[in-house]
């Protein structure tokens, strides 16, 4: 399956955004999907994770509170709205899908597929 990011942009700080991560040429069943970030000069981070069929979501406690992923079973897209933006969440999103338990989710290891990225820049 092929993974499409999209919905970046520039956003003042305490503003909101919505990413997208479609999916093509299969579904996302049996899939763990999670959304990373790269920010200008640092590793890849772990924003949240959720299971395609449901029933755990782990976020970042950076963003605990403020995201919120969520999925179209039938537009094949899982989203990530964003508010209460802050500078610091400047990054390139990233969406992937993996197969791993639960105490993986974390790990960039746990995804072995990624989508190119949707560039989110939000000013002060």
């Known amino acids: 399956v092929q993974l499409q990011a999209s919905g970046g942009g520039l956003v003042q700080a305490g503003g909101s955004l919505k990413l997208s991560c479609a999916a093509s040429?299969?579904?996302?069943?049996?899939?763990?999907i999670g959304w990373f970030r790269q920010a200008p000069g640092k590793e890849r981070e772990f924003v949240v994770a959720d299971r395609w069929s449901g029933g755990s979501t782990v976020y970042a406690d950076s963003v605990k509170g403020r995201f919120t992923i969520s999925k179209d079973r039938i537009k094949r897209t899982v989203y990530l709205q964003m508010n209460s933006l802050k500078p610091e969440d400047t990054a390139v999103y990233y969406c992937?899908?993996?197969?791993?338990?639960?105490?993986?989710?974390?790990?960039?290891?746990?995804?072995?597929?990624w989508g190119q990225g949707t560039l989110v820049t939000v000013s002060s």
């Open positions: 040429g299969g579904t996302f069943n049996n899939y763990v």
């Open positions: 992937a899908t993996g197969r791993g338990i639960l105490s993986t989710w974390r790990q960039l290891a746990a995804y072995d597929n």
